[in-house]
Each structure stands twice: as C-alpha cells, then as structure tokens.
C-alpha cells in the first residue's frame, strides 16, 4: 500500500473523528438546560470580539463589518452563550455566501431593531447602566442567495439543515433559538 494513499486515508479518519467531536459537542450543548451564568456585558465589544475571530477564517472572501452604538449596549446575560449566538449566526451567513464573497454585517444598538423601528425613539440608559425595560437589538445581515419560504418555515428546526452534503448539522439556528430564548429574548 503507497504512503500517499494511507495518509490520504489517514486524513479522512481525523476529518470525520474532528467533525463527530464537533457534532457531540453541539447536541451536548442544545441539550443542556443549565441556567444561564449572568453578567453584565457589553454586546457591542462581544460582538466586535467575536466577529474577529469568524473573520480570521474568511479573510478578503467577505467584507465583514460591526456597527454598534457610541455608548455600551449594556445586558445581564451569559456571555458564552451570547458568544456561541454571535457565533453560529456568523457561521451561517459566511456558509451562505461561500465561494461567492460578499457582505456581512453584524449590529447592535439601544431601543428598537432599525427593521422594526416605526418612529424615533429616545435612548434613555438607567442609574445601573443596563438597559433593563428597554430593547437592546442584534441584527446579523448578509448578502447571500436568501432562503426560500419553506426554509425560513423550518430553519430553527433540530436538525434540519440544507448543506447535508457540506457537513451541516442543522444544529446552528436552533441552538441560537434555544440560547436566545434562554437569556429571555
């Protein structure tokens, strides 16, 4: 047996025991109904950090830009699971837009989402600094193909994924959807 050919056989082993690991640690945290460690953190520098590291991967593929208000975005939450959110979203729109490039834009901000906004709201922050009673928004947008209707029906789904022959899990969005419900989004 030629050396090429085992450690090409050798590599596809590590590929599919890193991507198993990846796959067990993913349902082990969609599983958990740990509460949630909360702290005060700044959504806007979480986000700024997290973006730049799903940027180390992709970089000049996607333009990748953060928005964030002047002062902090101030909430009570965990922030590993507020970074795991980040995280799969970005994950997800840098898959969508794969080998074509593009745009990702991750923002966050006071009051209500731009998309939702219907008219000019005051920015009031209270004594303690956080925003409770009030709206603090995430907005992950990218200019990738979209999804169609019966996607966008199922995309929170357990396990439902489009990129089966890519490795997807369909274990992203509905662990985002689980996280974000459990900070009280």
Same mark, same amino acid.
Not at 47 to 52: A, I, P
Not at 82 to 93: D, G, I
Not at 155 to 176: K, N, W, Y
């Given at each position: 047996?030629d050396?090429?050919?085992?450690?090409?056989?050798?590599?596809?082993?590590?590929?599919?025991?890193?991507?198993a690991?990846?796959?067990?640690?993913?349902?082990?945290?969609?599983?958990?109904?740990?509460?949630? @460690?909360l %702290? $005060?953190?700044?959504?806007?520098?979480?986000?700024?950090k /997290? !973006?730049? *590291?799903?940027?180390?991967?992709?970089?000049?593929?996607v333009?990748?830009?953060?928005?964030?208000?002047?002062?902090?975005?101030?909430?009570?939450?965990?922030?590993?699971?507020?970074?795991?959110?980040?995280?799969?979203l970005?994950?997800n729109?840098?898959?969508?837009?794969?080998?074509?490039?593009?745009?990702?834009?991750?923002?966050?901000?006071?009051?209500v989402?731009?998309?939702?906004?219907?008219?000019?709201? @005051?920015? %009031? $922050?209270?004594?303690?600094?956080?925003?409770?009673?009030? /709206? !603090?928004? *995430?907005?992950v947008?990218d200019?990738?193909?979209?999804?169609?209707?019966?996607v966008?029906?199922?995309?929170?789904?357990?396990?439902?994924?489009?990129r089966?022959?890519?490795?997807?899990?369909?274990?992203?969005?509905?662990?985002?959807?689980?996280l974000?419900?459990?900070?009280?989004?």
């Amino acid at each position: 047996v030629d050396d090429d050919r085992l450690r090409h056989d050798a590599e596809q082993v590590l590929e599919s025991a890193h991507h198993a690991s990846h796959l067990v640690r993913r349902v082990l945290t969609f599983g958990q109904k740990l509460p949630p @460690r909360l %702290e $005060v953190v700044d959504l806007h520098e979480l986000v700024r950090k /997290t !973006v730049s *590291l799903a940027r180390a991967g992709k970089a000049g593929e996607v333009d990748i830009r953060v928005e964030g208000p002047a002062r902090p975005a101030r909430v009570r939450a965990d922030p590993s699971q507020l970074h795991q959110v980040v995280m799969n979203l970005c994950t997800n729109a840098l898959e969508a837009m794969e080998g074509t490039g593009g745009r990702l834009t991750v923002a966050c901000g006071h009051g209500v989402a731009p998309v939702a906004r219907r008219s000019h709201q @005051r920015e %009031e $922050v209270p004594a303690d600094g956080l925003d409770d009673g009030r /709206t !603090v928004w *995430l907005m992950v947008t990218d200019s990738g193909p979209g999804m169609t209707r019966d996607v966008v029906d199922r995309v929170f789904e357990p396990f439902f994924t489009t990129r089966t022959d890519a490795g997807g899990t369909g274990l992203g969005l509905s662990i985002v959807h689980g996280l974000v419900l459990n900070l009280g989004g």
